[in-house]
């Protein structure tokens, strides 16, 4: 297949960043806009000139999946070696010298093990791509890239019919508050308990049932014990559902994705192995139960479903709040290569501008094209009362359930920072309403 117009611009781009002095830039486009083929196509241009090209991964899963691309592009084979990050850095003195060195995922290039192949292969020039340059703690990637290439964003995508269009719902099940944090993400064990020990399953059948029923889904759990408890409680309900892991193997893996390609398979638990360039057949639903801080895994997750194919519309389930932390998968987002400065968390951000409908929890940006309020749910039409004053006392009815809690343990007010986590920490400590809308007027959260 030939290149799209907006995959073409992207190479010219970096060919001319080349021309300008650039060595390493990256390019950055929404998971789902065909990043692989980009990259296949610099590296069958590389090869054609009879020059050695470099493709680093960072798991052992995708190399395969990369060559086999690469092979069926064109690329020259003899003159590209793919390879993960740990075994090119244990063999360096063995490899041809590159031309050019292309980074799969390149938010994980600040690793000291790329680095290290970087600094070995100075003279080669480099390309990244990945749907979100940056770190878990919000930094930017200028000490390994010196320019963003940056494409067209995920609305453009679905606007144009090369992703499919979504509808985004969010039951809240779990409170994520006061679960330990370690290395910038949620404790895996301590997740795994509370997501076992409040017994969600029931719940997450029912709303796979109620929103996706019939349709093959992929859910992402916190560990392998949720995961594969997951699939069993799948399977007493009569859905057919299997897991994977990475440890998995290879002959059984394949055996499971060829059943979920067949459709004999309506549920792929899974413990994030299904995430970043992991090639699965097509979806239309994605179930998240894994909680996290990053939103690169959060982008590739919810994103999953959304392959665009003909009257597709893909449904994404919410389980744990992640979109409280990073907004719609599709939001607009600004990207520099200093990254923004983190502020107590990295998704702290006034302009998330989301809302959720308290009736079927359809999950939907708040603005209209026009920048006014959208008061009428697009799912079910209800309407939202025209005065904040009113949605504040609708929201501590007992009667809704309002997704909060997602995120660190609040214990002063000065660790709230929106409107949202005033009114969860005036319900810890019990807090009249009008408090929280206070504090809120009184630091600009709200009108």
Not at 20 to 42: D, N, Q, T
Not at 92 to 109: C, G, M, V, Y
Not at 337 to 346: C, N, S, T
Not at 359 to 381: E, M
Request: a neutral charge; aromatic letters at 10%.
């Amino acid at each position: 297949m030939p290149l799209r117009p907006y995959q073409t611009e992207l190479i010219d781009g970096v060919r001319d960043a080349y021309r300008h002095g650039y060595r390493a830039p990256c390019i950055v486009l929404p998971c789902g806009g065909g990043k692989s083929v980009i990259v296949a196509e610099m590296a069958k241009r590389t090869t054609e000139n009879g020059k050695q090209v470099l493709f680093i991964v960072h798991r052992r899963e995708l190399c395969d999946q990369i060559w086999n691309t690469f092979y069926r592009w064109g690329v020259d084979m003899h003159y590209c070696m793919v390879g993960m990050v740990q075994t090119i850095c244990r063999r360096l003195d063995k490899i041809p010298p590159p031309a050019l060195i292309i980074t799969d995922e390149n938010h994980h290039s600040l690793a000291a093990s790329y680095r290290k192949i970087y600094e070995y292969f100075p003279d080669a020039r480099r390309i990244g791509v990945t749907a979100t340059p940056m770190r878990l703690d919000g930094s930017g990637l200028a000490d390994v890239n010196d320019k963003l290439v940056i494409g067209v964003n995920a609305k453009w995508l679905i606007e144009n019919h090369f992703l499919a269009p979504y509808d985004y719902y969010a039951p809240s099940l779990v409170d994520l508050t006061g679960v330990k944090i370690s290395k910038g993400e949620y404790a895996v064990g301590d997740v795994e308990q509370l997501m076992i020990r409040k017994a969600v399953f029931g719940s997450v059948i029912e709303y796979y049932r109620k929103l996706a029923d019939g349709k093959q889904a992929i859910c992402y759990c916190t560990s392998v014990k949720h995961s594969l408890e997951m699939a069993k409680q799948f399977n007493d309900a009569g859905i057919d559902a299997a897991h994977l892991d990475g440890e998995t193997p290879k002959p059984e893996r394949e055996r499971i994705v060829e059943a979920f390609r067949e459709g004999r398979i309506d549920i792929l638990c899974n413990v994030d192995l299904i995430s970043e360039g992991f090639d699965v057949p097509d979806c239309e639903c994605a179930i998240l139960l894994r909680p996290t801080q990053s939103l690169t895994l959060y982008i590739q997750q919810s994103m999953r479903c959304m392959r665009y194919k003909p009257g597709k519309r893909a449904i994404i389930i919410d389980h744990v709040g992640n979109y409280a932390r990073f907004g719609l998968p599709d939001q607009d987002r600004e990207w520099t290569l200093e990254g923004k400065k983190r502020r107590g968390r990295q998704d702290n951000d006034e302009s998330l501008n989301v809302r959720q409908c308290p009736q079927c929890f359809c999950t939907f940006a708040s603005l209209d094209d026009t920048g006014k309020p959208v008061r009428i749910c697009p799912q079910c039409g209800f309407e939202f009362p025209k005065k904040e004053r009113q949605e504040i006392e609708q929201e501590q009815d007992a009667e809704i359930v309002k997704i909060e809690g997602f995120t660190l343990d609040l214990q002063t007010p000065d660790d709230c920072v929106s409107y949202k986590e005033l009114l969860q920490y005036a319900k810890k400590r019990g807090y009249k309403p009008g408090w929280a809308y206070y504090q809120a007027k009184k630091r600009g959260f709200i009108a």
